[in-house]
């Protein structure tokens, strides 16, 4: 499957990490889609036209791994969980292909907006050193000293720009979360967000998405990652995404 989606993603016109610049879209619209894997290639074949992919060191597949810290209670957790606007996820986020490092600070507001920031951190990850927990407590209501690492997301991911729109598209494939020993992977689901200063979908690549017939679906990688991994916490608002995510691959073992 690899080998075919390498084949696909060669028939785009590539754009640069500088050209991507103006397309960052740090506060912006986001709409997220879930979809299976054998969905991809028909996807990616009809945007080749409108899209390029971006492209870093020769690789057009670039892998991410996240690690996401909260407080002991699972605060930021339970605030998404408990539909808390002006919520927030605090997360140091590595591009495989690059090894660079970054904090990042996410912030969903009132109207559903998404703002992030983030400031280069150093590669022994230690948040608490001065200038990080300065970030963090500038950009977000925590006190840096209560957080922890809770779990880390990976995922390989394709990032298409439309042509024409101001818009981006990333499209994650092969997530998987890790806590401890314990790791859970979802080998045939794809993630797709559309991050956009509009929020139609009758352009770009939501009308794509119309015409495969995948609908938009809410859904937080540190959230799931959070349910799969810690079963005991409260989950009862999000055990019709886990029943949606166990339809779309069979990998996931839950039951309600």
Known sequence: ?????????????????????????????????LCQLNQLDRLLKKAQS??????????????????????????????HHNGKLNRYKVRIREYLTSHELFLEIKKKDNQLNT???????????????????????????????????????????????????????????HPAWQSGQRIIELPNLVIIEVKSVITTSSAGFGS?????RILPKRLSKYCTGTTLLFPVIKHNRFKAKLLHLKKLDKNLIYGE
Request: proline share 5%.
């Open 1 to 33: 499957m690899q080998n075919q989606l390498h084949e696909i993603l060669h028939g785009f016109q590539s754009i640069t990490l500088k050209d991507i610049e103006c397309v960052k879209l740090m506060t912006r619209a986001d709409t997220k889609y």
């Open 50 to 79: 409108e899209f390029r992919v971006l492209e870093n060191r020769g690789n057009r597949l670039l892998g991410y791994e996240s690690l996401y810290l909260d407080t002991p209670e699972h605060r930021m957790y339970l605030d």
């Open 115 to 173: 703002e992030k920031k983030r400031i280069p951190i150093s590669s022994d990850r230690n948040f608490l050193k001065p200038e990080y927990k300065d970030f963090i407590s500038s950009n977000s209501p925590y006190d840096p000293e209560f957080l922890e690492p809770k779990l880390r997301s990976s995922f390989k991911r394709i990032t298409l720009v439309n042509n024409d729109i101001f818009e981006r598209v990333t499209i994650d494939i």
């Open 208 to 212: 794509l998405l119309r015409e495969e």
